[in-house]
């Protein structure tokens, strides 16, 4: 290995090993992921060729193309009702994030930009649901919303989500606005703004990255969301599609393709909303991760 001596006598490595070592690095960084990008995109790439088969042609060519795609697989999962449990996950989804979001970004401006007593109190006490495990929770909640008289209706799915998305949500809204520059709420307070409209008009727009990587991230917890479904949910036709594909897959015990047709379509929202805010997610979770 070459080295260098520097002025004060000691060895150090040469620039030429420096950009070797940083090669070989980024190298096995890249091969690394690579590898995770195969583990996860061939399972779902194999589902979905497969999708468009016959069930006997998929015992025979499992691992093949398909000769004749049959698009009457998708077809037939949609009418057994994937677009019904698609539809109630859709109502479930939007208005749960809408309103974390609501809720979860007027708490982090108050908590972020406000000093008032037992401030510290209630930030603390929000990220205390955090520690709260969804299942300890059910039965209490489950006779709190059969009190309410909500038990088996939207009502019943929203709420316990919203609960538990609250305080991640706070969280990862408020860790960017503390970094957020003051300069321009100071400016339009100057300008006779209000503070409710410094909050709409100039930190709500700067707060897109975060709250586009916000929304991302509740809308696949409450689209995966399972336990709840289940269990606050006794009528097939507010099913949510995680339930529902477990009736679905049941109705069709023996027609694998068009279960794993099922499959794909329910799984095409998330990736369609993915695709359509990866920037912003991305540039918004790492600023938020990093900011204090």
Known sequence: MKAEINVTGSFEPSQ??????????????YLIFLILAV????PLLW?????????TQMFDRSWALPTEWRWKNYETAWKYGVARYIGNSVIVTVSTVFLNLLVSILAAY????????????????ILGGLMLAPEVALIPLFRLLSAMGIYNTYF?????????GIPFTTFLIRSYMLGLAKDFE???????????????????PLCRPILA??????????????????TFITSDK????????????????????????????????MILLYLLTSKQFIRGLAAGGLRG
Request: charged residues 10%; proline residues 2%.
């Open 156 to 164: 019943a799915m929203i709420l316990p989500n919203l609960a538990f």
């Open 16 to 29: 030429s090993h420096n950009k070797h070592s940083n090669l070989v690095s980024k190298v096995l960084c």
């Open 213 to 230: 990587s916000a929304a991302l991230l509740d809308a696949m917890r409450v689209w995966n969301e399972f336990m709840f479904g289940l």
């Open 238 to 269: 507010l099913k949510t599609v995680p339930v529902g594909l477990m009736a679905f897959s049941g109705a069709l015990r023996e027609q694998y393709t068009v279960i794993m047709a099922g499959l794909i379509i329910s799984a095409l929202p």
């Open 47 to 55: 589902v979905a060729t497969n999708s468009f088969k016959t069930d």
């Open 110 to 125: 108050a908590l972020s930009r406000f000093n008032f007593k037992g401030m510290t109190f209630l930030f603390y006490f």
């Open 186 to 204: 100071e400016a339009a307070i100057m300008d006779g703004a209000s503070t409710f409209q410094v909050f709409l008009n100039v930190v709500v």
């Open 39 to 42: 583990m996860i995109i061939y």
